[in-house]
């Protein structure tokens, strides 16, 4: 099967395509740093990329997308493309966690791991991993909240010393500088500074992952369950929050 990944989560843009070969898969990726102009290239990149395989868009088997959180634009840009693909070509469509998608790299990471994203008005979407697993839900969150459920859920390593969280993804630069500008005093949040450490320079596009994903979980065979209407938000729109939706 071929397959389309779409990542329109965050500033980071990027589409992946895999094709079937005799003897297993071939990858294409594009990414870029797209600002808001996720919908002016994922058609374009995504027809590149399948001209570079040697395909047709009747090739293409199944489509996939991030499910959120993210940014409300992105998300919808790529629900909708991702939808539309899949209704146009009659192929399956699936939608992956955004936040497990970026933890999905850190899965070996000694300690806890925390993906984060800008969601704007001083908050951040994240959420805490240990192994691959995740510890608790997806939060939108204040640095000093995120603090605290970093160090809530610290333990020890064998020789006693505490663990430590590595903040990554599009939002960890801000996220990181916020908490250490948090006043001191507070035991959980000291505890919380003097664990965090930043992932420099893993800021990535995560379509390539998105495709590893689906495979993994078998979200593209017969039978495997109909993909949610839409993104996963977290937070209302500012347009429901001043029309005071429940």
């Known amino acids: 099967m071929n397959l389309l ?4 989560a965050s500033e980071k843009f990027s589409v992946a395509l895999a094709a079937q070969r005799q003897g297993g898969r071939d990858t294409w990726l594009f990414e870029i740093d797209a600002g808001m102009r996720h919908s002016e290239l994922a058609m ?5 990329l399948a001209r570079k395989a040697g395909l047709e868009p009747g090739d293409i088997g199944g489509v996939a997308c991030m499910g959120g959180p993210g940014s409300f ?3 919808r840009i790529g629900f909708s493309l991702a939808k539309g693909l899949s209704l146009s070509l009659g192929v399956p469509f699936a939608a992956i966690p955004t936040l497990d998608c970026l933890a999905r790299p850190l899965s070996a990471w000694p300690g806890i791991a925390v993906p984060a994203l800008d969601a ?11 192994g691959g697993g995740k510890i608790g839900g997806d939060m939108d969150a204040s640095p000093r909240e995120i603090a605290l459920a970093i160090a809530g859920g610290l333990s020890r390593l064998e020789a006693g010393e505490p663990e430590r969280a590595l903040v990554f993804g599009p939002g960890a630069e801000l996220l990181c500088r916020e908490l250490a500008l948090l006043p001191g005093g ?3 949040v000291d505890r919380a500074k003097a664990a965090v450490r930043l992932g420099k320079g893993i800021r990535w596009g995560n379509a ?4 590893e ?3 993994e979980a078998r979200l593209f065979e017969k039978g495997a369950g109909n993909p949610p209407a839409g993104p996963e938000y977290i937070r209302k729109s500012d347009a429901e929050i001043n029309l005071g939706a429940p």
């Open 120 to 130: 704007k008005k001083k908050a951040f979407f994240c959420a805490l991993y240990r």
């Open 186 to 188: 507070d035991p959980g």
């Open 44 to 48: 374009d990149c995504a027809g590149e």
């Open 73 to 75: 634009t992105g998300l």
């Open 213 to 215: 994903m689906a495979l």
């Open 208 to 211: 390539e992952t998105l495709l």
């Open 5 to 8: 990944a779409i990542d329109t």
